[in-house]
């Protein structure tokens, strides 16, 4: 085995400082590589959820009450319209009363889950679309895949409701010919009396 040199010694130490410094740069590259190829996906999951909680704030939430109506297929079909309404993004009934013998004491509410649209622009929407159907003169309607066939009286009373009250938390539709058999009837708005439909008021949609 050959001795080294004195002389290459110099040429020897240059030759380990440059590969020293080499790999200093070298490593520090690698380890940046690593993490820029494992953030998108760490960092997935974390804008994905970001985006679902914005969008679940945005969900806003009110009551649909509907008055006076006593047939269940009514109910039905006012469901069925409301379901499909631009916005809803649910539509829970959760209180059905429903007696013939007393039609005003007969109310149906719904917890409505929306977004992208008002409780405004709601009560336009459902109104609407009541009219279309109630307009059309036709006795069959499909709901929920089934056909409703309703009765002359039953047409007449989709004819009839109406709009009754629509705030920020609440929408109120009413089967206007029930409350106005009795002149004197306490109307179920706030505390006063109506003397007509025409006297009741219609908030929010005009």
Known sequence: MKKISREFLPCLKKLVILILMVTSLILP??????????SPTNDA????????????????????????VTSYEL???????????????EARRYHLNLDPDYPRACAVEWQITFNGTTPFALESEIYNRLKEIANSDSFVH??????????????ETLKAI???????????FI????????QGY???HKQRQRQSWHDCPNRGFE
Do not use: M, Y
Not at 175 to 182: E, G, K, L, V
């Open 142 to 155: 499909v709901v929920n895949g089934s056909d409703i066939t309703l009765t002359a009286i039953e047409l």
């Open 29 to 38: 590259l690698r380890r940046n590589a690593g993490l820029c190829q494992a």
């Open 45 to 68: 999951p974390a804008v994905g959820s970001l985006l679902e909680q914005r969008l679940e704030v945005q969900n806003e939430t009110l009551t649909l009450k509907l008055l006076g």
């Open 186 to 188: 306490q109307w179920p």
């Open 75 to 89: 109910t039905e079909i006012f469901h069925n319209v409301v379901r499909a309404t631009l916005g809803v993004i």
């Open 175 to 182: 089967q206007t010919r029930t409350f106005a058999q009795n």
């Open 162 to 172: 109406k709009p009754l009250q629509a705030t920020n938390q609440t929408l109120r």
